[in-house]
């Protein structure tokens, strides 16, 4: 498998599969394809199904695999933003957000994944559910915005607003904390709760969380 992330606003991917190669993405994801074969299904059972739909994912997936001779095929995100690359190693695992998960090889692994944590379960932004993929594979996430990757040291902490968390890795604790003072929590126009990131580990946060561009537009939408 080849690929190639091109444009910079509203960035597109563009893979080459060999013959017998396949690639899966939630349903709707995919763009044009060439000499490639597509089968829908609940990939991994129904069980497993009704976890990625729980989580925000479709309870269907598409996989697209090439014919003899290769094939090549483009997936393109939802919303102008970044595409994220990753090639994850055996057992190796990210969480994202719910839509952060673009497309993926065939040998990784997508599933639900639950918020121990009440606080950040009810206010994280995302609700009980994240969504957790494994390797081994590459896998491509789609970043609203602007992707920002940081790195913490064990025991750093990084406050965020909870839209703005993309993806981390699963070694960085996430929770939710109250914004300190009331003039900032009634005046500071930044919601009560930010997401609180501690370390070691990687995150990656983005530039337009979509629910505050939908708020936005919605201002300019007429009325019925």
Not at 39 to 51: N, P
Not at 125 to 136: A, M, R, Y
């Amino acid at each position: 498998m080849k690929f190639e992330v091109i444009g910079s606003a509203m960035q597109t991917l563009l893979v080459d599969l060999d013959a017998g190669e396949a690639m899966y993405t939630e349903r709707g994801g995919m763009a044009w394809l060439k000499n490639v074969d597509m089968d829908t299904g609940a990939k991994g059972g129904l069980m497993k199904g009704l976890g990625r739909m729980v989580s925000g994912e479709s309870l269907f997936m598409s996989t697209y695999k090439a014919r003899q001779g290769g094939g090549n095929i483009a997936f393109a995100p939802e919303a102008p933003g970044s595409v994220i690359p990753m090639s994850l190693n055996p057992g190796q695992a990210m969480l994202c957000q719910r839509d952060a998960f673009m497309c993926a090889e065939e040998s990784v692994d997508l599933s639900m994944h639950f918020h121990q944590r009440l606080g950040a379960g009810l206010f994280g932004g995302e609700g009980f559910f994240l969504q957790k993929v494994q390797g081994p594979g590459y896998v491509f996430f789609e970043i609203a915005g602007e992707a920002y990757e940081t790195s913490l040291e064990s025991g750093e902490v990084l406050s965020v607003d909870p839209g703005h968390v993309a993806l981390f890795d699963p070694s960085v604790d996430f929770d939710i904390t109250r914004v300190k003072g009331v003039r900032n929590m009634l005046l500071g126009g930044e919601g009560l709760f930010l997401a609180k990131l501690t370390g070691p580990g990687k995150v990656w946060l983005q530039s337009l969380p979509l629910p505050n561009l939908a708020a936005k537009l919605n201002r300019y939408i007429a009325k019925s």
